[in-house]
Structure formats: C-alpha cells, structure tokens
C-alpha cells in the first residue's frame, strides 16, 4: 500500500474497527489487473499482513480474503443483472484505466459491481474511503436503490466517510494526479514500507516548483501543497501551519521524510514480524473468513430469494 491508500483508507479503518466493522483483501478485484499466480499469491499474504501491522485487531474486527467468501462473486453475478453498460462505461477509473490496458478484460468495466457487491452483503452504513472512491460508492447506491424498488426492500443503502485532509494524496511526480498504485511511476509513488533511503530518495525528488515561496496553495503549487498536506496527515498541525514554519523547500522536506520513516517503523517492524509466520496470517484470515460468510450468506438469501431464485432448503 501507499502512502495515499494509508491517509485515505486505512488509518481511517483502523480508527472506525469494531466488532461490526468488516475489511477484506480484494484478491478477486486483484485479477483486473495482468497479475501472475505468483505475485497475486505474495501481494495477499503483503496486504493481510499490512492491515494487521497498521492496527487493524482481528480480535476487535473483522478481517478476511475476499475469495475465501464465495458470496462475494455470487452476489455480484446478481447486481450485474441490474446494472447497465452505460452506468459502468461512465465510471472515470474506467474511463482512465482502459486507456491504459491494450485488450483490457470486461473485469476492469464490472468490477465496480463486485465493489457494491462486496458492500451490500455486511449490510454496510458507513464505508471510509479516498476521495477517489465516490463515483464508484454512488454506484453501489444507485444498484441498492434500483434492486430496492425493483424486487423490495433487500438492502441496506451505505453512505461513504472521507477524510477532512489527505483524502486525495498526489503522485509525487505529477501533483496533478492522484498517488496511485497502478499509474503511478516508481518516484511518484511512496509506500508505506519503503526503506528510509527510498523515502528520502522519493520525497526530495518530489516534484515542487520554482518561486521559491512557501506557501500553502493547491491551485498554483500543487506539489508543495501534497506535500504540506502530507505533513499536516501525520501531525497536528493545519498545511498552513507548517508552511509558515518553513523557509526552504529543501528542509521541509527533510523534516517530511523523517515524519513519514517514523511514522511507518514500528509497523513496518510488526509486519516483517507477521510475514516471518505466514501460516499464523492464514489462520486470522480462515477465521475471519468464517465471521464473514456468516454475516454475508444471509444477505445474500435475502438477495437470491427476492430475484425469483429458488434453494435447496
Ligand atoms: P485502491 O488503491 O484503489 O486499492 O484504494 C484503496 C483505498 O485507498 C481506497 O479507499 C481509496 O479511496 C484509497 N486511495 C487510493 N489512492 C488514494 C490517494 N492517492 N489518496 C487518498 N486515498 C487513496
């Protein structure tokens, strides 16, 4: 994960878990992507241990693959029946990746209904996510809404949670465009555990400009902003704050890098830690499963029997 995945998402998550707070890895959203077996395989065991080194508790919430829940795809096959090509070809991620990927795979148009899929089934209120994640939040209502009134009430109608600063961290290359794992170049992108010669690497390459000014001012200093705003996440100081406590770009980034590596030490620590007993991260993620398919295959009954479909019994 990067940094904009940590300010936007997860920080958020670890702050709201509880015992009725669900959070999976998206292994299946994974395979939108051209993505090996292998890499597919590492990046999950990376991304179960990264949620538990950030603060997420199985003991408190819980914490699950989301292949491990067939409900997930199974539902989904629903929701597509009742959402249209058009809503999907509108969707900008699409519009942007597909760009992107010669001979890009319908996964990558449908996968937003996956997403509502993966929603609706924990009769979701609240979903904490980044800016970037709206459309596709409106989309998963928009498909509630329609099944709602189409075949009675079924699902829970969520709302998303974004938050009041770092919503939208930047790539540090190209201020202009959000930090993302797919887009963005190598020094663009800051992960959570890069190692601290990376990090300085990456932040004082970050893209600033030229006037020599600092000051706060997305519109015309989108780079200094990002990396104000970067500062201001991981403090308690507003960007305006810690712009007027600077004269040079230079030192503030120096002071960044530093707040960022001893930001992510500790959970960088934990998480070598976790990947050191894999078979331990399996068993969090079979009993979280367990949790998951309990709350999930109810709601998906629900779903199943007011479409018209029949059961065993
Ligand atoms: P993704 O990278 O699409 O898997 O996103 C995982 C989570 O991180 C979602 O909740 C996104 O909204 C959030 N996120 C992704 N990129 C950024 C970014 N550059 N700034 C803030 N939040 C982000």
Redesign the pocket.
């Given at each position: 994960?990067?940094?904009?995945?940590?300010?936007?998402?997860?920080r958020q998550w670890v702050d709201a878990q509880s015992p009725d707070a669900f959070y999976c890895v998206?292994d299946l959203?994974a395979l939108t992507l051209q993505i090996s077996p292998e890499a597919l395989r590492d990046q999950t065991t990376d991304l179960l241990a990264t949620l538990i080194a950030s603060g997420l508790d199985p003991e408190v919430c819980t914490i699950f693959i989301q292949s491990h829940v067939p409900y997930h795809a199974q539902l989904n096959w629903l929701l597509e029946c009742v959402t249209t090509y058009g809503e999907l070809s509108r969707m900008t991620?699409f519009k942007e990746k597909s760009q992107r990927q010669e001979g890009y795979r319908v996964g990558l148009l449908t996968y937003p209904v996956l997403q509502a899929a993966d929603i609706l089934l924990y009769d979701t209120e609240e979903?904490?996510?980044?800016?970037?994640?709206r459309q596709h939040l409106e989309l998963a209502r928009t498909i509630a809404e329609r099944f709602n009134n189409r075949f009675g009430e079924t699902f829970r109608v969520p709302v998303s949670t974004?938050?009041k600063v770092?919503?939208?961290?930047?790539?540090l290359q190209e201020p202009t465009r959000?930090?993302?794992?797919?887009i963005s170049s190598p020094l663009g992108n800051l992960h959570m555990f890069d190692t601290p010669e990376v990090i300085r690497k990456k932040i004082a390459k970050a893209v600033t400009d030229t006037d020599g000014e600092l000051r706060f001012d997305w519109e015309n200093k989108p780079g200094l902003s990002n990396l104000l705003e970067i500062y201001s996440s991981l403090s308690d100081e507003t960007p305006q704050q810690v712009a007027g406590r600077y004269t040079r770009y230079g030192e503030l980034k120096t002071d960044l890098s530093e707040l960022v590596i001893a930001t992510f030490a500790p959970m960088k620590e934990r998480y070598d830690e976790l990947l050191r007993a894999p078979d331990d991260l399996y068993k969090i993620a079979a009993d979280g499963a367990l949790k998951a398919s309990a709350a999930a295959g109810g709601v998906y009954r629900r779903a199943a029997q007011a479409m018209g479909l029949t059961s065993t019994g």
């Open positions: 994960m990067h940094l904009g995945n940590y300010l936007g998402a997860l998206v959203h991620a979903v904490p996510v980044g800016d970037d994640q974004h938050p770092a919503a939208r961290v930047m790539d959000k930090m993302s794992k797919s």
